[in-house]
């Protein structure tokens, strides 16, 4: 199935997005014995962000929306509409936001392949941290002049990083993801993948909001680098791992999706250049300390842990507390808290700055 664009504009741009887009579609099936479920869960994963940013210089809301439509109803297997229109409320604070922002996940599991909608309804209401979004809501509040709604924007992040775990789990072979069991353990991989995909969908539907705005593009190229990431990780699996690489991984992994939710939080909110800079160092600080602090706990944690404990050393993962100890691991948690701390320092005194370092240290010092 392919889309074609009209008048052959910008046929080059959707000669490449159909090609990666069947990819994708192709390793998602999981049916080719070349590959492992896990090396074709995360290759087509990688095929579709090269799809999405093929979609960029496409720009057309017809096509995209075509192609959300396409993906939908093939990872369903049943017709799909779009979403009702949603609301572009600014909450003023995030427990507001999140109010709101459940909602609308709640939305977005609605499907009549009743049980892909119970899987999603278990594994995205069941909670979690919700960090990228309350960034993304964060940052969005330091700008004077709002121009786009911030709504959409946290759904889409958290619609990105929801589809991110259930892939992973299918990678992992985890069982409980936030103290429920996973979809793969209740419905099998390849279901695992296709609910994730269909929340892919979903969030496609709602890159037209923020088109020509630099956040389309800039969300489409971190999905790019976690996908190398998560593949860069699989090859490395019970090999020696220097800190180094370590770093070069959850940078990827991690840190640079965290670094664009604090970043397109403040475009939406029409903040300075100076502002969004900032916004950016202490999003890529606070995710680097957020990965460290999350491997630590794999070591360390309780069941308030909400996931299979020592799950990395299992599957042959080197993390930095097993290249250089808990407690030096513990200390670089906390210097990239205080870096994240320092990269405020443009912000004014307020309850803003107040929040974003409360926030730091909550995630330094977290057991979940």
């Known amino acids: 199935m ?9 046929q080059m741009e959707l000669e490449s997005a159909n090609e990666n887009f069947e990819l994708f579609r192709r390793f998602h099936k999981l049916d080719d014995g070349t590959y492992s479920v896990a090396e074709a869960t995360l290759k087509g994963d990688y095929y579709f962000s090269r799809f999405s940013l093929d979609l960029i210089p496409v720009d057309s809301i017809e096509i995209t929306d075509r192609f959300a439509k396409i993906l939908r109803e093939d990872a369903s297997g049943a017709e799909s509409e779009e979403l009702p229109q949603m609301s572009f409320d600014k909450p003023s604070n995030f427990v507001k936001g999140k109010a709101l922002l459940e909602k609308q996940l709640k ?8 049980g892909m909608r119970e899987d999603l309804e278990r594994v995205i209401l069941a909670g979690g941290k919700r960090l990228r979004p309350a960034l993304a809501q964060a940052a969005y509040a330091l700008g004077d002049a709002p121009k786009l709604p911030i709504l959409p924007l946290m759904v889409m992040i958290e619609l990105m990083h929801t589809a991110s775990l259930i892939h992973d789990d299918v990678v992992d072979k985890g069982m409980v993801r ?3 069991p996973t979809i793969n353990a209740t419905s099998g991989d390849l279901n695992a993948v296709r609910a994730a995909d269909f929340i892919l969908g979903r969030a496609m539907e709602l890159l037209k909001i923020y088109k020509g705005s630099g956040i389309n593009e800039r969300l489409a190229k971190v999905s790019e680098q976690m996908c190398i990431g998560e593949l ?3 090859e490395k699996l019970n090999t020696e791992f220097s800190e180094e690489a370590y770093f070069r991984m959850i940078e990827k992994k991690t840190a640079l999706f965290i670094e664009a939710a604090a970043f397109t939080g403040a475009v939406a909110g029409g903040c300075s250049p100076e502002v969004i800079k900032a916004m950016e160092g202490y999003g890529y600080n606070i995710g680097v300390a957020f990965q460290i602090k999350d491997d630590i706990l794999d070591f360390t944690g309780t069941e308030k842990f909400g996931k299979s404990i020592g799950q990395d050393e299992r599957k042959g ?3 930095l507390p097993k290249i250089i100890g808990l407690e030096e691991a513990q200390k670089q948690v906390e210097a ?6 320092s990269a405020l320092e443009i912000i004014k005194n307020g309850a803003s700055k107040k929040a974003f370092i409360e926030m730091a240290k909550q995630l330094e010092n977290r057991e979940i």
């Open 336 to 341: 990239y808290s205080e870096k994240a701390i």
């Open 317 to 319: 993962l080197a993390t």
């Open 2 to 10: 392919r889309v074609s664009a009209p008048d052959n504009i910008h």
């Open 178 to 180: 936030r103290n429920v």
């Open 107 to 114: 939305k977005i599991c609605e499907t009549s392949n009743t």
């Open 232 to 234: 860069e990780q699989l």
